[in-house]
C-alpha cells in the first residue's frame, strides 16, 4: 500500500493571468518564493492553442511543480474556461470551494473564482477577478485586519473586508482615463512628462475635493491653466493624476466616512501606490503599502491550504 501523500508539504505554481499579461510563482510550501516568470501573453491575445502552449512552457520550466491555481482572466469568459462568480460576502474557503479543476495543455489546473457584489451604500453590481488573491493575501499577512482596502491600478479596487471575509467593494476606473487621456485627445497635447508626487499632484487632489465643479469640467481646466500660463506642461500630468485620484478617493469618503482619521492598506505598484498614499495623507487618512507580489504568494498559499484541508 502507497503511503498517503500530504500536498501541503510539496511546491505549488500560483499564476495570475490577466488579459494583458501572464504572471507565474513557483512557491514552497512555507510561502517562499522559489522561481517566477512572466509574459506579455494576455489571455485577450492567445487562443486556446496560445493558452495550451503557454502552460506547456510552463511545466517545461518547472516539470515537478505540484498544485496549480490561477486566478484572473483565464478563468473568464473570454479565458480557457469560466469559474463563476462567488457572491459577497465570502471568505477564502468559499473561493476555494468553488474553484474548477480543469486542464489546460498537458497541465491539471484550478481556475480560482472571481467575486461579484451588490453595494450595500447604493444597491449596484461589482465584479472582481484576480484581485481576490491579493485581498486573501493581506488577511494571511494581517489577520486582525478589518476595514477597507484599496488595490490602486489601472482599475482600482476599493474593498470593504471585515472578520477574513470581503463584504462589497467598488470600481474606479480613473487610472484607464487617465492612461487614454494622455495618450490621445486634446488633453494628450498639454502632457508632457510622468505624473509623480508633489504640489502640482496635491493641487489636483484639492481642487477634486471642492465640490463645486464635476471632473468633467475639472479636466478640461488642466488644458485651460498650461494654456493660460497658470500650470507648466511638465507638471499637467501630475495635475491631472491628481484630479482623478482625487474624485475617486472623494467617493470612496463619501461612501465610507470612517475612513476619516483612520489608516488603509493600498496593495499594488509601489510607484502608484506612493501617489494614493500621499494624497489620502494630506486629507487626513493614513496609508501603509502591501507590495503586490508579497500580496499575491501569501494569497496563493492561503488557497492553496484552504483546498487540501
Same mark, same amino acid.
Given at each position: 500500500?502507497?503511503?498517503?501523500?500530504?500536498?501541503?508539504?510539496?511546491?505549488?505554481?500560483?499564476?495570475?493571468?490577466?488579459?494583458?499579461?501572464?504572471?507565474?510563482?513557483?512557491?514552497?510550501?512555507?510561502?517562499? *518564493?522559489?522561481?517566477?516568470?512572466?509574459?506579455? !501573453?494576455? #489571455?485577450? &491575445?492567445?487562443?486556446?492553442? %496560445?493558452?495550451?502552449? =503557454?502552460?506547456?512552457?510552463?511545466?517545461?520550466?518547472?516539470?515537478?511543480?505540484?498544485?496549480?491555481?490561477?486566478?484572473?482572466?483565464?478563468?473568464?469568459?473570454?479565458?480557457?474556461?469560466?469559474?463563476?462568480?462567488?457572491?459577497?460576502?465570502?471568505?477564502?474557503?468559499?473561493?476555494?470551494?468553488?474553484?474548477?479543476?480543469?486542464?489546460?495543455?498537458?497541465?491539471?489546473?484550478?481556475?480560482?473564482?472571481?467575486?461579484?457584489?451588490?453595494?450595500?451604500?447604493?444597491?449596484?453590481?461589482?465584479?472582481?477577478?484576480?484581485?481576490?488573491?491579493?485581498?486573501?493575501?493581506?488577511?494571511?499577512?494581517?489577520?486582525?485586519?478589518?476595514?477597507?482596502?484599496?488595490?490602486?491600478?489601472?482599475?482600482?479596487?476599493?474593498?470593504?473586508?471585515?472578520?477574513?471575509?470581503?463584504?462589497?467593494?467598488?470600481?474606479?476606473?480613473?487610472?484607464?482615463?487617465?492612461?487614454? *487621456?494622455?495618450?490621445?485627445?486634446?488633453?494628450? !497635447?498639454? #502632457?508632457? &512628462?510622468?505624473?509623480?508626487? %508633489?504640489?502640482?499632484? =496635491?493641487?489636483?487632489?484639492?481642487?477634486?475635493?471642492?465640490?463645486?465643479?464635476?471632473?468633467?469640467?475639472?479636466?478640461?481646466?488642466?488644458?485651460?491653466?498650461?494654456?493660460?500660463?497658470?500650470?507648466?506642461?511638465?507638471?499637467?500630468?501630475?495635475?491631472?493624476?491628481?484630479?482623478?485620484?482625487?474624485?475617486?478617493?472623494?467617493?470612496?469618503?463619501?461612501?465610507?466616512?470612517?475612513?476619516?482619521?483612520?489608516?488603509?492598506?493600498?496593495?499594488?505598484?509601489?510607484?502608484?501606490?506612493?501617489?494614493?498614499?500621499?494624497?489620502?495623507?494630506?486629507?487626513?487618512?493614513?496609508?501603509?503599502?502591501?507590495?503586490?507580489?508579497?500580496?499575491?504568494?501569501?494569497?496563493?498559499?492561503?488557497?492553496?491550504?484552504?483546498?487540501?484541508?
Amino acid at each position: 500500500m502507497q503511503p498517503a501523500v500530504n500536498v501541503l508539504l510539496d511546491s505549488f505554481v500560483g499564476v495570475n493571468w490577466g488579459s494583458s499579461n501572464f504572471r507565474a510563482y513557483r512557491i514552497a510550501a512555507d510561502g517562499t *518564493l522559489l522561481d517566477e516568470w512572466s509574459q506579455p !501573453s494576455g #489571455v485577450s &491575445g492567445l487562443g486556446r492553442e %496560445g493558452m495550451a502552449n =503557454l502552460m506547456n512552457q510552463l511545466s517545461d520550466r518547472w516539470p515537478n511543480h505540484g498544485s496549480v491555481y490561477a486566478c484572473g482572466m483565464v478563468g473568464s469568459n473570454i479565458g480557457w474556461q469560466e469559474a463563476p462568480y462567488v457572491e459577497a460576502p465570502s471568505n477564502l474557503k468559499d473561493v476555494a470551494r468553488a474553484s474548477i479543476g480543469t486542464t489546460i495543455g498537458t497541465v491539471p489546473v484550478r481556475l480560482v473564482p472571481g467575486i461579484c457584489c451588490e453595494r450595500e451604500f447604493d444597491g449596484g453590481p461589482d465584479i472582481l477577478r484576480g484581485e481576490e488573491i491579493e485581498l486573501f493575501g493581506l488577511a494571511s499577512i494581517r489577520p486582525d485586519w478589518s476595514g477597507l482596502v484599496a488595490l490602486p491600478g489601472t482599475h482600482t479596487k476599493w474593498a470593504r473586508f471585515q472578520e477574513g471575509r470581503i463584504t462589497e467593494f467598488f470600481t474606479s476606473m480613473s487610472g484607464e482615463i487617465f492612461d487614454k *487621456l494622455t495618450a490621445s485627445g486634446l488633453l494628450a !497635447s498639454i #502632457v508632457d &512628462g510622468e505624473a509623480a508626487d %508633489g504640489p502640482e499632484f =496635491l493641487e489636483g487632489v484639492r481642487q477634486s475635493q471642492e465640490h463645486q465643479l464635476r471632473l468633467g469640467t475639472l479636466l478640461f481646466g488642466a488644458r485651460a491653466r498650461v494654456i493660460r500660463g497658470l500650470l507648466e506642461r511638465k507638471h499637467s500630468a501630475s495635475y491631472l493624476r491628481g484630479l482623478l485620484i482625487g474624485s475617486e478617493i472623494a467617493d470612496a469618503l463619501t461612501i465610507y466616512p470612517q475612513l476619516k482619521g483612520n489608516s488603509i492598506p493600498l496593495i499594488g505598484n509601489s510607484v502608484v501606490c506612493k501617489m494614493y498614499a500621499s494624497a489620502l495623507t494630506s486629507l487626513g487618512v493614513r496609508a501603509w503599502i502591501v507590495d503586490s507580489r508579497e500580496a499575491c504568494l501569501a494569497g496563493f498559499r492561503a488557497l492553496h491550504v484552504a483546498t487540501n484541508s
